[in-house]
Structure formats: structure tokens, C-alpha cells
């Protein structure tokens, strides 16, 4: 040690050091053929279609693996149309669904798409029971029953049967959710491991049909979508396509002012406004199915009491928010359903109305207001519509304290019924009504020990019987229009007595290179495709 | 971190034994190395229980079926005794298995070999950079003790200390990067640059060298040396404010006044004689230093979209990921372990006063 | 002072500056003066403690000083940038960022303190007592030490932080969870040092328990370094909890916490720069504070660096 003197050392380090005072920096932008997105990829905990559920997942899984119905990324007004299904036909009874599959369309691994890799597909999301399985399990398919009900008669055709007669579109708005995602099963087979059905491989591999396959998964950091020529749906403009994990808006705004990135997609409002402001930028809006509500814990004796119930729903400042630190982020929206969905209702019958909120609360015996607590996740926007309605409460005599902790600690508590009032989001599942009924206006059963974690109903034991039945009698019902007047009638009733003060739509805006053309988000019904983008 | 100096250095007055004790410290070390680790992890797997976030939640999410949640919970083991899935998995520790993270779907050590070569090349340089201001301007506050340049070397030194580092980070990010372009921006390359390199080292700085790609070593470079310098700055306040102290202590020595004397010129006498004796715990302290920032600074890297091991074990505890996070706390305490062990034999080899 | 009609012919600077003192109170405090008068000559720990003063006095005249309801919020004048109306501008709420900054004030000394006079007498007690027995109960006390030495800081906080909840008490209990280990490290040193000198024995011989002697005879000697090192500390401290703050793991809103402050305004750092800046400044503030205060203090009472 003593051998090496310090000078030395330091003269190593200066060496080591120098050449970064000459590092120039390149004056970056990204290649044309390839497509670079900001977003926040945390949340993608798996690439397999069974077990994917949350936004970056979805979207990465949109882009490689194909379904039996699809929507067209352009025209997603127009519902779902034929995927690697060509057609269907529907029994009389309306419980058996015959698929005819399209020819000549292959996997990237070169095999042929076929009715059994369909069925074989399906069954597994059954059988694996991972946590998005509920999407095709309500159809009365089980672990046990799988491989009859979903069934591929020969190469080219696939009959599905379900329990009961269900609203035609209910059933093929279900097969368009990631979960309807079609594998390569023959490649999956080969790495299954212990009767997984490959689902150990799949987490972190692609056995598709679509535009782009999985290059390379780095969680919490990026990851890569390649080409794979010939797509059967069309021309594919991007070469590659990355998305970058970058958690913060600023930072993303920089990137995309400097052409590092493409597309950001969590600019704040501040940062939208000043890129839409920039010249070689442009920013998009698409109304999203993300709905923003505040719910009351009917176990609480104060909140349960109607009248209350009402007041509180006069004392958001739904307007306030919107133009302000909401701004272009959401819309106000007071129903159960995302606007854009079938059945949708446009109503907005609640605005801020303190005068009116003070006489409802003295009427029902709190006219000097009460105390409360409200539970929301660390996340900002969250945390300001909390402050927000912690001010305005408190313009009624309603003193609020805010509980604020980790997405996973706030949920804890609400799914246990431990809340006062809960301030959250919800988003639907699939693009289908009873997605959001079946969550919003379906209790079956309020027991503590009934445990209906994901009904949103139950978390805030509000007990309904009555509206649990036309919920139910909705989605059964295989004319349209009776069907959307159906759920019109139940989100009225829901909006007058319901715990649940539904304020806000989500609207997702979008800051990319004006260059960058047809980049589709999904808006509510789906998530976004890569494979129409052109630069 | 100044305890652990003061204390080894009094140890050292106190202790004037030759190599067998240093023998039997070192089995002592090795024991007691091995305890702390246990203790680590049992520390860690009780915080992991206790805390309010339940694991199978993080894994399922908020719409699974009470089937699927009650599947998950038992493939997760969470229903046998604690001490026994401690116990399992003190077990596969042993053994090199860190378990499956819940998150990335994939082993815990692989998952920590991608990230700790990040937070190790940050590390690195920001060491670097502390080292060579942080030194020289210790060693010449120390000359001139009292002066308007030590005064200003200390407060430049204070201000490093006493900024927070997510606004400095934020600010050096739009000014030298969005207004200036200095540097490149965040991420470790830029992305065409990505996953050009074959994995060796997983330091884009070396794997570079070493595939013979020098764009993306100059483009890394332009990548790392904003939060580097960002974290040099602390490191090189808590380095050059040690090593005014250390100099000065030499600075009275007679040995000194002796090498004067005997005409040596003033730069000798400082840069060689007196650096010399003072290297001994000033590398001590950089070596603290620099197991501080192997923690890896998860504010640090969120702001530079960073992947480094400080983000990752932060992610893993909010989601309730016991296997990423105690392997990462393993990782980190192994790594601090180890840089104090270095440090402390340094002392008892090298003090020229044990000798 | 009770001396004074002693020395009513001296002058005070004599009667304060005299080698001679003529009690035992008499030299405490000629000591303590005669460091004041060298502190007192250091521009820059004297800048640290005025600033501290100043702290403490906006915490004292927060309600006076305030121009507006920290908490009253106003859509309508979001973001507004300083102004005469907004000395420090408005935040996303439409909330007054000065009137916050000076409310906040005393959450800052609410921490600092917290953490000031618990986590150093914790170690303290530790460090000596491990120091002083030596043996099995210096291994088992210094390992405990060592373990929480090892885990990475901000880890150990945030899963202290999450398993108690969110909150301005969970965080300060999470950040006096973390700052202990090296106080007993130092306290330990210094014991190890003092434990076989003469006076201790000596008072050992008088027939003093063990806790008496750490206590009376260990505690006072250790107490100047711990003192040094707990300004220098603080802000560390400081910035650990905005830090917390920063991931919502701190006081809760509305409380106008400067971490949590900076963490909701960095959102508009790129065209609002004040809503994060302002806070951020304050903090930087307080902590320069601390440390100025602190390097003061270790070059008048750290041997070393004085008698060079």
C-alpha cells in the first residue's frame, strides 16, 4: 500500500476523469423508423396475456399478441370486427358461439395460427386462474369444464359455450380484454414446466401473431418491441418501438422538447400546456374509461344516512378542479359508466352547492357538520382533489382529516370496509357496461364474511338488492338498445342514492413530436397500438 | 460516518498488538460479520411482515377472485409459521437463491445484477469526482486554515451538505441539459444505444470499452456525469471537510517541521510527506463515503430515471416484494460490511505507529 | 451572576476573562465565555446560529409574520407567481407559499428537535454502557449497532414509515430509528477511552455504582463530541424528512411540511420554479444553518482542530 503514492492516485483518477469534460453531447434525435415513449412502466409485472392486467401492460400486450375480435385502432367508435376470428355465428339459444378462423395468418415463430391454438389459449386463461381470469370465468367456465366449453372442433373452428343465454356483446366485448390475447401454443408447450402451461416462460417471453414482439423486458427501466414483417393486418411503419421508464413529467418533458423520446404520455397539465405551446410539438386527448370518485363506507353512522350521502355529493368543486389543477386531465362525468360506453349517461346533476349541501346536513341532524377521514393513495393528483374536498367539506362544518399511504397499504384498508371515505379511481375491465355495473350496482351479498373484495358495492357495504337484480337482468338481455336503457334507468337511481360520488372522466392527453401521426391511446375501450404510428 | 473513524482511530492509540491479534480479530470479524448478516435479514423479514401491505395483494392485484387471492397466498407459503419461512429462506440465502421477485418475474439475483452495476458505476464516478476536488481542496483549506479560501472551500463544502438533492437534481437537469445541452439526458444511453453492448460487467462505461464501442462510452459518459457530479458534490463536501481535518493534525507534526528543516520544498513536504500519513483514514472515509452512496439514492435516481438498486428495493417495499427487498438489503449490507472491514485492517496493516 | 458584589470593582470583561477564578462556577463560566468569545469570531457559525435564531423567532411569530390562512385555498389565484400580494407566489391549490413557508417553520423545529434530544441520549446510553462493561454486553449491543449501521437509511425508514402509517410522528420516530447507530459508535469510542483512567477509578473506589459513574463521570465527557456531531447531523435530518415528505411518506396534507411542499410543487418546477423553489430554499436554509453551527462548534471543541 505504501508504495503508491497518493499523487499517483490522484493522477489515475484525473485520467479516468478527463475525457468526460469532452464528452459532447449529441444533438439526439430518434431514428425514423423507430419510436421512442416516455411513460411509467411499473406496473408491468408479467408479459403473459393470462395474467396481465394493469395500463403499461395492456398496452404492451395490445401490440403483440392478436385476439379472435378486434377493434380498429382508427375507428375505435366503431366496436369490435373480426380478428384472427374471420366470423362467427351464434346458436338460436345464444349460448354457443362458432368461430371460423382466418387462413394463412402466422405466429412469429412461423407456425400456423390454428382454432386449437385459440381454444388452447383461452382454456389456459381459465385453468391458470390468474388474477384477470374473472373476465372469462363469469361466462360459467371453470378449471373443470375448459376444455368442453372451449372447444376447437378442427383447425379452423372454434365453438365456445356458455352457462347461460349473455348479451351477444357482452361475450365478444370480453374476448377483445388482453386476456383474449391468442398464443403460440405450441411454442409455449415446449417450455412448460411442472403442467404451467408455460405460464413460467411467459412471463417473461412473447409467443404471438402480432405487429411487434418482445425484444427485451428490463422491469422498472424499458422495454423493446421489434417488427415482425408481414403482419397480416397491414403495413407496420416502426422498426422498433421502445418505451422508456421516466416516472417523472418534468423529465419527460425535457426529453420530448429535446427530440430524445417521441411520445410522453404522463405530462402534467403545466407540462402539456407549455408543449402544446412549442413549435414541432403537438398534443393529443382521448377520453379514457378511468372514472374518479369519492366513496362513504355505509358502515359509518353518519354516512349512511341519505341526506348526508346527498350533501356530500353537493360539496365537491367539480368545476374547480377541472379548470384547474384537473385541467385536461379529466372531464366531469357524475355516472357509473365511462362516457363512449354503451349506456352511457351524460347527466351532471351535482355542482358545487354549499347553501344547499348546509340545509341537507341540517335536515338530517348535522347542521354544525361532523368529523371524518378520508383515504387516499400518495399519488399528487389524488392527493390535491383530497385537499380540494377537504376545503370544500369544511365550508359546511364537515372538519376532514387525509390519510395518504402506498397504493397497496390505501387499498388494504378499503377492501377490509375499514374507511370513512375512500377518494380513488376505478377503471372497467373490458369494454363492456357490466364491467363497471357489476362493480358499481351489484352486491349479492353485504356480509363481512361474503369477502366480494372486487365489488366496489361491498367495499362500502351498501346493500342493494333491488338494483342487484336489474344489474344482473342487464347483462342478459341481448337486445342493444333495451339493454343501454337499461343501464341508463339503474345509473339515474345510482346517481340519486349511491355512496359513491362519481366526479370526474379520466381524459388522457398525449405530448408527442408533431411528426409522429396515429397514435392511438385506446381511449375507454382498449389501450394503445403502436402499429398504426408513422413519423 | 465520522464515529467509525474516530473510534478505529482511537482503537488504534489504544492498540498496539502485532499480527496474531489481527488473526484473531479477523475470525472474531468473520463471526460477527456472519451474526450482523443474520440479523440483517431477520430485521428485514419482520419489517416485510409487519408492515400493513398485504404481499399477495401486490401480486394479484385489486380485482382477483377470492380463489385467486387465496391461491396465490398459499404458493406464496405465507401460511406456514414465520420462523419457518425464515428459517426456508436463511436456507436458500445459503445457497445462493434469493428467491423470485413478485414484480419482474424473475430471480432476485438476476434482477440485482442488472440493477447494482448501475448504482455501482454512479457510485463510482461520483467518488471520483469527490476524490480528486474533494482532496486537493481539503489538502489546501488545511494550508491555509483560516484564510478567505478555506472559508470559501468550507462553504462550498456546506452548501453540497445542505442542499436537497431531488431540487439541486431537477435544476441541474433543466439547466444543463434543457437549457445548456452539456450533457445528454436521462436513462443510462440514449436509446438506440440500448442493449448494443453484450452484458459483462453491467457497466455501460466498461462493457463499452470492452466491445470496442466507443460512441456509446462517450454517449454513457454524457449520460452519467450530471448525477455523478450531483453526488460527487456531496461526497467531495464530506471528503475535503475530513481531509482539512486530517491535514492539519499532520501539518503539527514535528516530522514535518523536521522535512522542512532539512530544506525539502513546501510541496514535498505536503503533497508527499504529509499526504502520505493522512491516507491511511482518508481512504477510510472515502470508502464510507462510497458505501453511502451504494445504497444507491432513490431520489436521485427517480429524477434521472436511473435503474439502479435504490429505486428498485424502494418499488419492491412499496409492493410488498420481500424477495427483492431483502435481497437488495443483503447486497447493500454485504457491500458496507465489507467496505468497513477493508477499512479497519487498513488501519491495523498499514498505521505506521502498529508497525 | 450571584458573585457579582464580590467583583463589582472589575470590570465584567475582567471579572469574565480571568485566569484567576475564584470558584469552581466562576471557571464553568469563564470557560463558557471565553469559547463564546472564539465562536463569537467565527463569522460563519455565528451566521449559523443567527440563522437558527431566525428560525426559531419566525416559529415564535408565525401568526404575525403570515400574510395569509395557510390553508385557505383560492382556485382562482393558482400558481401566481411572487408578488407584493405573495411575497414567495401561490401553490397549485391557490395557497399562499409564504404564509405555508412560515407556518411550516415550526414543523421543521418540531423534527429537528424530536430528533435532537432523542436519537444522541439513545446512543449515548448504548455507547457508554457498551463502552464501559465491555464483554458479552459490548458484542451484543455493538452488533445490534452494527445491524442497523448496515441497512441502507432511507430503506430502513420508508418500511419503519409504512409499517406505522404515514404521518409526521411515524416519520420522525423513523428518522431517530436511523440516526441512533452512530451516536453510539462515537459514545462508545469515547468510553473506551476514559473507562481506565485514573479518576474513574478513582471514583470507582469511592464505592460508585455503574450507572452512576457512566452517568456523572462517562455522559459528561462524551457529550461535547456528541453535540458537534448532532449539529452537523440535523441536517442530514432535515433532508432525510423531506426526503419522507417527497415520497408522501411524511406530514400529512394540508400540513404545510417544506419536504411534502417541494415534493407537490416539482411538478411545475420547469414553468412555476417558485412553488418548489421556495420551499426548497428554506430548507437549504435551516440546514446551512445547522451545519455552519456545527463546523463552528467542532473546531471550538474538537482538540484537534484547534491546537494545530
Not at chain 1, 376545503?391 to 387499498?411: E, P, R, V
Not at chain 1, 338488492?465 to 343501454?484: L, N, Y
Not at chain 2, 398459499?74 to 436458500?92: N, S
Not at chain 3, 391549490?93 to 432523542?118: M, P, Q
Request: with cysteine; charged share 20%.
Amino acid at each position: 500500500m505504501k508504495h503508491i503514492s497518493f499523487a499517483k492516485l490522484l493522477l489515475a483518477s484525473a485520467c479516468i476523469a478527463a475525457p468526460m469534460a469532452f464528452a459532447a453531447p449529441l444533438q439526439a434525435a430518434t431514428p425514423a423508423n423507430m419510436l421512442v415513449i416516455a411513460n411509467r412502466i411499473d406496473d408491468i409485472t408479467s408479459v403473459d396475456p393470462a395474467e396481465i392486467f394493469e395500463f403499461a401492460g395492456s398496452d404492451m400486450a395490445r401490440n403483440i399478441y392478436d385476439k379472435l375480435v378486434m377493434f380498429d385502432p382508427l375507428h375505435l367508435e366503431k366496436g369490435y370486427g373480426p380478428g384472427l376470428a374471420e366470423s362467427w355465428t351464434i346458436s338460436e339459444d345464444g349460448k354457443t358461439f362458432t368461430f371460423k378462423m382466418r387462413k394463412g395468418i402466422k405466429f412469429h415463430s412461423g407456425n400456423p395460427v390454428t382454432a386449437r391454438d385459440a381454444a388452447w389459449s383461452l382454456q389456459r386463461a381459465v385453468i391458470l386462474k390468474m388474477t384477470p381470469s374473472f373476465i372469462l370465468t363469469q361466462f360459467g367456465f371453470n378449471k373443470d369444464n375448459a376444455k368442453e366449453v372451449i372447444k376447437a372442433v378442427d383447425d379452423e373452428t372454434l365453438v365456445i359455450t356458455t352457462d347461460k343465454k349473455y348479451a351477444t356483446s357482452f361475450v365478444l366485448n370480453c374476448l377483445t380484454a388482453t386476456i383474449g390475447g391468442i398464443i403460440d401454443s405450441k411454442l409455449a408447450m415446449e417450455h412448460e414446466k411442472d403442467g404451467d402451461m408455460g405460464h413460467d416462460w411467459l412471463k417473461t417471453h412473447t409467443a404471438g401473431s402480432g405487429a411487434f414482439t418482445l425484444k427485451v423486458w428490463k422491469p422498472n427501466e424499458s422495454y423493446t418491441l421489434d417488427r415482425v414483417d408481414g403482419y397480416w393486418r397491414g403495413n407496420v411503419a416502426m422498426k422498433r418501438v421502445i418505451v422508456r421508464h421516466i416516472p417523472e413529467s418534468a423529465t419527460q418533458r425535457l426529453l420530448l422538447e429535446k427530440g430524445d423520446i417521441d411520445v410522453a404520455r404522463n405530462l402534467s397539465p403545466e407540462d402539456m400546456a407549455a408543449v402544446a405551446a412549442k413549435d414541432g410539438l403537438a398534443v393529443d386527448k382521448e377520453l379514457r374509461g378511468r372514472i374518479m370518485y369519492f366513496a362513504m363506507n355505509q358502515k359509518d353512522p353518519i354516512l349512511s344516512k341519505p341526506k348526508v350521502r346527498t350533501a356530500m355529493k353537493y360539496l365537491a368543486d367539480y368545476d374547480g378542479m377541472v379548470n384547474s389543477f384537473l385541467k385536461g386531465q379529466y372531464a366531469v362525468h357524475q355516472a357509473f359508466l365511462p362516457r363512449t360506453y354503451m349506456g352511457e349517461l351524460a347527466d351532471k346533476p351535482y355542482k358545487l352547492d354549499i347553501a344547499k349541501a348546509k340545509s341537507l346536513l341540517a335536515e338530517a341532524g348535522y347542521a354544525d357538520g361532523f368529523k371524518v377521514e378520508m383515504i387516499v393513495r400518495n399519488a399528487q393528483e389524488r392527493v390535491e382533489i383530497a385537499q380540494s374536498l377537504q376545503n370544500t367539506f369544511a365550508k359546511a362544518g364537515i372538519k376532514s382529516t387525509i390519510q395518504t399511504g402506498t397504493g397497496k397499504q390505501i387499498l388494504g384498508i378499503y377492501r377490509a370496509r375499514k374507511h370513512q371515505i375512500y377518494v380513488g379511481a376505478w377503471g372497467p375491465d373490458y369494454p363492456d357496461p357490466h364491467t363497471n355495473a357489476d362493480t358499481f350496482a351489484s352486491n349479492p351479498d353485504n356480509r363481512d364474511e361474503a369477502k366480494l373484495t372486487g365489488k366496489l358495492a361491498w367495499r362500502n357495504s351498501w346493500d342493494i338488492p333491488e338494483m342487484t337484480k336489474e344489474t344482473k337482468a342487464a347483462v342478459q338481455e341481448t337486445d342493444r338498445d333495451k339493454r343501454a336503457a337499461m343501464y341508463v334507468k339503474i345509473q339515474k337511481e345510482h346517481q340519486k342514492t349511491s355512496p359513491f360520488a362519481i366526479m370526474f372522466q379520466k381524459i388522457e392527453p398525449l405530448g408527442r413530436r408533431a411528426n409522429v401521426k396515429n397514435f392511438v391511446m385506446g381511449g375507454a375501450i382498449s389501450a394503445a397500438y403502436y402499429w398504426k404510428v408513422t413519423k | 460516518m465520522t464515529s467509525a473513524i474516530e473510534e478505529t482511530e482511537l482503537e488504534r492509540r489504544t492498540n498496539a498488538s502485532p499480527l496474531p491479534r489481527i488473526l484473531k480479530n479477523l475470525t472474531g470479524s468473520v463471526l460477527s460479520i456472519a451474526l450482523t448478516m443474520i440479523g440483517l435479514l431477520a430485521v428485514t423479514f419482520i419489517i416485510g411482515r409487519v408492515m400493513p401491505i398485504d404481499p399477495v395483494l401486490a401480486v394479484v392485484g385489486d380485482k382477483a377472485s377470492k380463489e385467486v387471492y387465496d391461491a396465490a397466498y398459499k404458493a406464496m407459503g405465507l401460511d406456514r409459521p414465520l420462523l419457518v419461512q425464515f428459517l426456508i429462506y436463511l436456507k436458500d440465502v445459503a445457497t445462493g437463491n434469493f428467491g423470485v421477485s413478485t414484480l419482474t418475474a424473475r430471480p432476485v439475483a438476476e434482477d440485482i445484477a442488472r440493477v447494482f452495476p448501475a448504482t455501482l458505476e454512479l457510485a463510482t464516478i461520483a467518488t471520483l469526482l469527490g476524490v480528486v476536488i474533494g482532496v486537493p481542496a481539503g489538502v489546501i483549506a488545511a494550508i491555509k486554515k483560516g484564510s478567505w479560501i478555506d472559508q470559501l472551500i468550507r462553504l462550498v463544502g456546506l452548501f453540497g451538505y445542505s442542499m436537497p438533492v431531488f431540487w439541486l437534481g431537477l435544476m441541474g437537469l433543466l439547466i444543463f441539459y434543457g437549457k445548456l445541452d452539456w450533457v445528454a439526458g436521462p436513462g443510462r444511453v440514449d436509446v438506440f444505444y440500448d442493449d448494443i453492448v453484450p452484458y459483462v460487467t453491467g457497466m455501460i462505461l466498461i462493457d463499452s470499452l470492452l466491445a470496442g464501442e466507443f460512441d456509446i462510452f462517450f454517449n454513457a459518459i454524457s449520460h452519467i456525469i450530471l448525477p455523478a457530479f450531483l453526488l460527487g458534490y456531496y461526497s467531495l463536501a464530506y471528503i475535503s471537510r475530513m481531509t482539512r481535518s486530517f491535514m492539519l493534525e499532520q501539518l503539527g507534526q514535528e516530522y514535518i517541521t523536521t522535512a522542512r528543516v532539512k530544506g525539502l520544498s513546501e510541496f514535498t513536504v505536503i503533497w508527499k510527506h504529509g499526504l502520505r500519513n493522512v491516507m491511511v483514514p482518508l481512504i477510510t472515509v472515502i470508502a464510507l463515503s462510497y458505501a453511502a452512496l451504494l445504497e444507491g439514492s432513490v431520489l436521485t435516481e427517480s429524477i434521472f430515471a436511473w435503474p439502479g438498486i435504490g429505486q428498485y428495493i424502494t418499488i419492491a417495499l412499496f409492493s410488498a416484494d420481500m424477495a427483492a427487498v431483502l435481497g437488495g438489503t443483503v447486497v447493500i449490507g454485504v457491500v458496507f460490511i465489507a467496505l468497513n472491514l477493508f477499512s479497519d485492517l487498513l488501519y491495523k496493516i498499514v498505521d505506521p505507529r502498529a508497525r | 451572576m450571584t458573585d457579582m458584589s464580590q467583583t463589582h470593582h472589575q470590570s465584567w470583561r475582567q471579572w469574565l476573562t480571568t485566569d484567576e477564578p475564584t470558584s469552581r462556577r466562576h471557571a464553568a463560566i469563564v470557560q463558557f465565555y471565553l469559547g463564546w468569545l472564539s465562536f463569537r469570531s467565527n463569522i460563519l457559525a455565528m451566521a449559523g446560529l443567527i440563522i437558527l435564531l431566525f428560525l426559531v423567532f419566525v416559529w415564535l411569530f408565525a401568526p404575525i409574520l403570515a400574510t395569509h390562512d395557510p390553508l385557505a385555498q383560492d382556485l382562482s389565484l393558482r400558481l401566481l407567481p411572487p408578488s407584493t400580494e405573495h411575497y414567495f407566489g401561490t401553490d397549485a391549490l391557490g395557497r399562499d407559499i409564504y404564509s405555508r413557508i412560515v407556518y411550516g417553520s415550526g414543523i421543521t423545529l418540531y423534527i429537528v428537535t424530536l430528533v435532537a434530544v432523542t436519537a444522541p441520549v439513545f446512543g449515548l446510553l448504548v455507547g457508554t454502557v457498551a463502552g464501559y462493561l465491555g464483554g458479552w454486553v459490548d458484542t451484543v449491543l455493538m452488533r445490534i449497532t452494527d445491524i442497523f449501521l448496515a441497512f441502507p437509511k432511507l430503506i430502513l425508514a420508508l418500511a419503519f414509515v409504512s409499517a406505522l402509517g404515514a404521518g409526521l410522528e411515524n416519520a420522525v420516530l423513523a428518522l431517530i430509528l436511523t440516526a441512533w447507530p452512530p451516536y453510539t459508535r462515537i459514545a462508545r469510542a469515547e468510553t473506551l477511552t476514559i473507562r481506565n483512567s485514573e479518576f474513574i477509578d478513582a471514583v470507582r473506589m469511592q464505592g460508585a455504582g455503574t450507572m452512576h459513574i457512566i452517568m456523572r463521570h462517562i455522559w459528561p465527557l462524551c457529550i461535547s463530541s456528541i453535540i458537534v456531531r448532532v449539529t452537523l447531523d440535523m441536517a442530514g435530518v432535515l433532508l432525510t424528512a423531506a426526503g419522507l415528505g417527497f415520497l408522501g411518506l411524511g406530514a400529512q396534507p394540508p400540513t404545510p411540511e417544506w419536504g411534502a411542499m417541494i415534493s407537490f410543487g416539482r411538478k411545475f418546477i420547469l414553468d412555476h420554479w417558485w412553488v418548489a423553489t421556495m420551499p426548497g430554499l428554506a430548507i437549504f436554509t435551516v440546514s446551512l444553518g445547522f451545519n455552519l453551527l456545527g463546523d463552528g462548534l467542532r473546531d471550538l471543541l474538537d482538540p484537534k482542530g484547534s491546537k494545530s
